[in-house]
């Protein structure tokens, strides 16, 4: 252990506001004076560098450290938070804090709201763990300057977050993020921040708002349904519940299991409704309920997964894409918005802009993240992303909202119910008219970040010619953002490094032609998808060695 890892332990203990996370670090740093294996690895790795403030905020392992979500990082962030909102002119006016269940989030939360309280802001804390959307609907509904809502979404039950909400309710963008980090790294040890006890706590009216709100969101008149659905342990199945029925559908079934906040998650290995098995328990509640949908969402409730029941009766989660794009059709064809907008991002299926086209909307296609989709444009009614993020109420949530993307999904479904036919139906209109058009991911996972530089500089220095049989070209999508967009005939490729997760993300999709020969269509489109991802595992392998 060299001396100057030794003193900047001792100098993080000597400022830290919180006794465990200081006992925390004295016996790390103790155990690696010592020499105990892997002691200090260990503490180096919590004492090198600070976890980065971008335009997702904080994520990282709840532990003691800069480099950990902890009280002493909170109070320094929220420390350069308000020094930015301060240089914006937004003194004195209202802070909203949220937070999750999550490990810590309560300290988090308050934490937050007492450094912003002693800043001279009208810091005000949401009552209880909610739902992210919740938060992003406060900033608006209270004219707020800004809102913090404390979650680490659908990350590992080991870490926790701090997002961002600026005064227009969505997520900041640059150079906002860049100026905060700098703040923070200007900010004095946690100990010597002002932090002031007493922040008011809302009352259940800034829920009631938000709920009168979701409830008049469907846009159809069927309400014969039967719900099951699972919060994964998360904070969404009481707003959820409450949501379905003031939108008038009240045959709901939870996964008893995953219903309670849990931050340990204990029934799933990673709380995200993409991962396999983490909607097994709801899959099997739908074929025993005999549901007509069903829906997770993930643990802070901003993403919406849908489940169906196949023609033979089996129940599988349609792909974000498929949900994506349904959705998007039951808007264009059910708004009275005109000349709307809808938007997706450059990693999302391109079907939704075929649909667009042919519904007389216009289309917009965006970097990855919701700080951006919802920047796309005016007269937005609707965007989607692949990862499951759906906002289908723009007008009072300007983020994803699981919430109100499940209700619609039920009148969407409801509706389809009342005319005899399924959303299974509509995919294949949707195929038939517009070509199939089929996606997949590969993620790589890294300890190591610096794998994937040197992964993308690899690719950017030799990017294949030719993949799926089928040549190809590519195209830098520097310095708008770290990724690589390659397309061919029928195929496309976007490759990025993950903004809140240590994964290189592929993104893969194949297109057929519109054919009324629908089960053939499928057939050489998914073997034409196999094809491309062997041939990207391969390259991705090949410039990894």
């Not at 195209?475 to 061919?488: K, N, S, V, Y």
């Not at 990025?496 to 629908?518: D, N």
């Amino acid at each position: 252990m060299t001396p100057a890892l030794r003193d900047r332990a001792f100098r993080w203990v000597a400022d830290d506001v919180d006794s465990d996370t200081r006992e925390e670090l004295q016996s790390v740093l103790a155990a690696a004076m010592v020499g105990e294996p892997g002691a200090v690895a260990d503490l180096a790795d919590r004492m090198t560098g600070t976890l980065e403030f971008g335009t997702a905020g904080l994520r990282g392992p709840v532990r003691a450290g800069p480099n950990g979500m902890n009280v002493a990082v909170v109070v320094r962030t929220t420390a350069g938070v308000a020094a930015w909102l301060n240089q914006h002119g937004a003194t004195s006016r209202i802070v909203v804090v949220g937070r999750d269940a999550r490990h810590g989030s309560e300290r988090f939360a308050h934490a937050a709201a007492e450094v912003l309280f002693a800043a001279g802001f009208d810091a005000r804390l949401l009552p209880r763990p909610l739902p992210t959307p919740v938060l992003a609907f406060a900033v608006g509904h209270l004219n707020a300057s800004a809102g913090i809502q404390i979650t680490a979404s659908h990350n590992p039950p080991a870490d926790n977050g701090y997002k961002l909400y600026d005064d227009s309710g969505a997520q900041i963008v640059p150079p906002a993020d860049g100026e905060i980090e700098a703040a923070i790294a200007e900010a004095p040890g946690a100990v010597q921040i002002s932090r002031t006890l007493g922040v008011p706590v809302l009352g259940d009216e800034i829920v009631d708002a938000y709920l009168e709100r979701v409830g008049s969101v469907p846009r159809g008149t069927a309400r014969s349904l039967r719900v099951a659905a699972t919060a994964l342990h998360g904070v969404g199945a009481g707003v959820l519940v409450k949501a379905l029925a003031r939108a008038g559908f009240t045959d709901v079934h939870l996964v008893t299991e995953q219903s309670e906040p849990d931050p340990d998650f204990p029934t799933v290995s990673f709380p995200n409704p993409e991962e396999p098995g983490a909607t097994d328990l709801l899959l099997a509640l739908a074929s025993r309920v005999d549901a007509d949908v069903a829906i997770a969402l993930d643990p802070d409730a901003d993403r919406c997964a849908l489940g169906i029941r196949e023609r033979d009766g089996s129940w599988r989660m349609l792909r974000g894409d498929e949900t994506g794009v349904l959705l998007g059709d039951y808007v264009l064809t059910t708004t009275d918005q005109p000349d709307p907008l809808v938007a997706t991002t450059i990693v999302s299926s391109s079907m939704l802009g075929e649909v667009a086209a042919a519904r007389g909307a216009r289309y917009a296609e965006t970097l990855t993240g919701f700080k951006w989709l919802m920047r796309a444009g005016e007269g937005l009614v609707y965007v989607y992303e692949e990862a499951l993020g759906l906002c289908v109420n723009p007008d009072f949530v300007r983020d994803k909202d699981g919430i109100a993307a499940a209700v619609l999904a039920c009148d969407f479904v409801a509706s389809l119910k009342e005319a005899g036919r399924s959303p299974l139906d509509v995919l294949d209109e949707l195929s038939v008219r517009f070509g199939v058009h089929v996606t997949d991911q590969l993620s790589l996972r890294v300890t190591d970040l610096s794998v994937r530089a040197e992964l993308m500089s690899a690719l950017r220095a030799a990017p294949p010619a030719r993949l799926a049989d089928s040549d190809v070209s590519t195209e830098d999508l520097l310095p708008r953002t770290d990724a690589l967009r390659i397309t061919g005939d029928g195929v496309r490729v976007v490759i990025r490094p993950s903004g809140t997760e240590p994964k290189l993300k592929t993104y893969l999709q194949v297109r057929q032609p519109p054919s009324e020969a629908l089960a053939e269509s499928r057939s050489a489109a998914r073997d034409r998808l196999e094809a491309l991802r062997s041939d990207v595992e391969a390259l991705l392998a090949n410039k990894r060695q």
